[in-house]
């Protein structure tokens, strides 16, 4: 069916308690901010609320999960929003959310790796959001249909934002997120194409889950290639 099964199905009201936690807001969010920001030509970090840097732009949020990013983009003046998850259940919570509050964002199912909403949608967007959805790419082929469904879907001129974990995130860091409320925990070969890795993720009632809460639970595939443009990140504080 798609580049991933549907994991989320089992796990759509954790992850979601997952973006009540501090990093979401403080890390996650506010530099989803930054990168919009630096997307407007005009305007730099001191962006000013509302933070799109276009007037009321059309936003496809791939993997939009329960939708927290394609409300976020509705709420701050995007005119529409159309979300898309290959999870069933996370989609059911964004919808459930927008039944709850409606701000007239729409959801579908679908996967992001080979996307066909029609032709309606082909360029039609200015902003593709795909918050975490490239690292469940099991190889080069499904992460350029992710990377093409964007493109067919956007504007010319329009954009692609995201957030994703580095892929070369050495092994040392990766138990010194614990002060934020994860660590991630390794495969047998990180860093090497199609290596796994999970994030364990303690909530915010601080009851840690006793078993593995794997946010990537397939294998994914980074060639050497891509490893070696990805940015280097800056030194994180290991202290709280
Ligand atoms: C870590 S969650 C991120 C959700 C949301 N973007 C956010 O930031 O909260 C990853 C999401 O990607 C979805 N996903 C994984 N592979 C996908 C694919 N090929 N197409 C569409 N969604 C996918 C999962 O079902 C899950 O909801």
Known sequence: M???NAAYDDIAEQYKDSKKMDFREFVEHHTLHQVLAKTHPDLGPALPQPWLPIKEPAILDLACGEGIYSRAMKRVGAREVLGVDISREMVALAEKAEA????GCQFVVGDASKLDLGVEHEGRYDIVLAMWLLNYAENSEQLEGMVASAFKC???GGRLIGINDWPG???ESYQL???YGFVKVAGDAPRQ???TFEWRITLPDQVHRPTPYTLNPKPRALSPQLLALSPKPQALNPEP
């Open 2 to 4: 798609a580049a991933t």
């Open 100 to 103: 709850a509050e409606p701000l």
């Open 154 to 156: 956007l504007k010319p």
């Open 169 to 171: 995130n050495p092994l």
């Open 177 to 179: 997120y614990q002060p």
């Open 193 to 195: 194409p199609a290596s």
